[in-house]
């Protein structure tokens, strides 16, 4: 058998021996949704060394009600503590992603542009971070219903839009408006702003190495202001989609545990659209219309980046309950470590397949698009489905990759668009096929019963995740195409061809990542045979752009970026 | 003088620098280098995009030796950096004007 052939072989027997393995332990004693393991117990009569009589039960004790009242409030002031902790803990982990993102960008990217993806990262980070602040929190969770277990009572209590067609949130401008300068909100606030983070790396991966600054700043506003609050608004802060349960009887209406839509879908058909705008890389496409690869300059940070995702992540999907007083959490970590595993394992088969050698950065693809796949159903699906997602997402975005690269021809030097879009819409379709119904206990978006899948009885659970994933993709790539076509007019968001050949780094910055190397770009010098023709360029950059490679000298000055 | 340029495989570097001292050579300057030959580098798949590798990481050595000493230390030199293989790279010899040692200012043959 061939090598391909082979590969489809073991992995049809791996999704068999999945769903076989699903037909063992069910009904036992086992505790998915997580309500009877933190139930009070009497403890067995083999207390033998209990010396100091704490599992017998006093008696002949008065009983005031003071004393239960006490009791009761510091019960569920602890409770709520302990939730306080593990969502700013999460939040502090998903935090350290911010450092994944960087070096996983700047590892598959060119030494010349080195410091100007650092500096994307680190700008998103501040930037998007004040504009979220000040009206993107608002806008999402101005109209969030109360989280139980952060205290239940919130003034997060403005929506605009009624019952269950609710479209914007207006309470906490400024963590002010509407009394929302309370510990609950600000607890939210961090866990919250730490996702918007995320989907504003994302973009950084599709639109690198010729994207100017300033036009990188504005599709971080857009995205940090409208797109992403707008649409998450939809999904988490009780916005219409998520209450397609209520509205039209949909299952429990679009149902994201942790965001494959969205913070990852979103972020990744943000960054389409922003990738189609800019055009492809100078060089990327010879005049044949065949595909030049520009190798990262360092694999090494792409693996230690996609390792701290990894750990990253264990605050993502973790603590996405909101409190560890949901002991689901276990599930939802373990899942997430095993669609990741399956993801980077199926990725290594399909390259050392097509290609004769397993792929670094394509592993660490597949890795991040088994996280991303999970985030979405990590909560309502078994081990076996996890594993499952995992192995798809791997194989699936080894194929995005391909198409965008040599089909669509839309370039994305560090494969944001597939892992983040492609694989966050496949995790949102996972939601709708594989949720098993074991949680939560009821009530999910205001719908009684569990969440279950296509495969556990619920068709129209599958129906609400594929309007969300439709009206996601058309939210996300439409609002960013409108809104970068319009600032195209105004800024230039494409660093000129001098800049680009040279490097972005000296160009935009006039400072180099590396000082003390010389750099050689064999690529630049092999620009002769390319497609300089491209629609992207006028016809006074083309000629810049071939008189910059053969040497003559250009009039504009270098560093000037408009 | 002789002035001994010599373009190796770099992972040759300690075979040929043992064999150089062994044969008396005192000397000896290295530098990263970057070419090809006649087969005009490779090509590489990155992401199932093919590019070309056309200039191969090499190590120049340059070695100043008298003038009778030249053949032999380049019999030395491709003995033992020899893979027989593509890319063993190449020596190429000059004569050499003059040679001075900074620290003492010898100049010519006592400054080798």
Known sequence: MSRGKTLVAMTLVVFVALIAVNQFGHGGNGDPGGTKTSAYSTPAKSSVNDTLGASTTPKNVPVSQTGINQLANETGHLRVSINFTWLLITGFLVLFMQVGFAFLVTGLTRAKNAGHMMMMNIAAFAVALLVYYVVGFAFQFGGVSPIANLGGASPLSGIFGHGTAGVIGLHGFFLQSGNTYDVGVLAFFLFQVVFMETAAYIIIGAIAERVSFAGFLVAEVALAAVIYPVYGMWMWGGGWLSQLGNSIGWGHGAVDFAGSGVVHATGGWIALALAMILGPRIGKYRKDGSVRAFPGHNLGYAVIGTLVLLFGWMGFNPGSTFGSSDLRISIVAVNTLLSACAGAVAAMAWTNAKWGKPDISMTCNGMLAGLVAITAPCAFVAPWAAVFIGVVAGFLVCYSVRFFDSKAKIDDPCGAISVHGTCGMWGLLAVGLFADGTYPASGWNGVAGPVKGLFYGDVGQLGAQMIDIVVGFLWAWGMAWIIFSLAKRFVKVRVSPEVELEGTDAGEFGQVCYPDFVQVTETDARLQDDDLSLPYLTAQERSTASAVHAGQPVGAAPHDTG | ?112
Not at chain 2, 94 to 108: H, K, Q, S
């Open chain 2, 1 to 112: 003088m002789r002035a001994i340029v010599a373009i190796i495989k770099p992972h040759k570097l300690d075979d040929v620098a043992e064999a150089l001292r062994d044969a008396g050579v005192s000397g000896l300057t290295i530098t990263e280098v970057r070419g090809h030959g006649r087969q005009r580098g490779h090509t590489e798949v990155y992401r199932g995009a093919e590019y070309s590798v056309e200039f191969i990481p090499k190590l120049r050595l340059d070695i100043i030796v008298d003038d009778g000493d030249a053949e032999k230390i380049a019999d030395t030199i491709v003995a033992a950096g020899q893979t027989g293989k593509i890319g063993d790279g190449k020596i190429w010899i000059g004569p050499l004007d003059n040679v001075v040692r900074i620290r003492t200012n010898e100049r010519g043959s006592d400054a080798i």
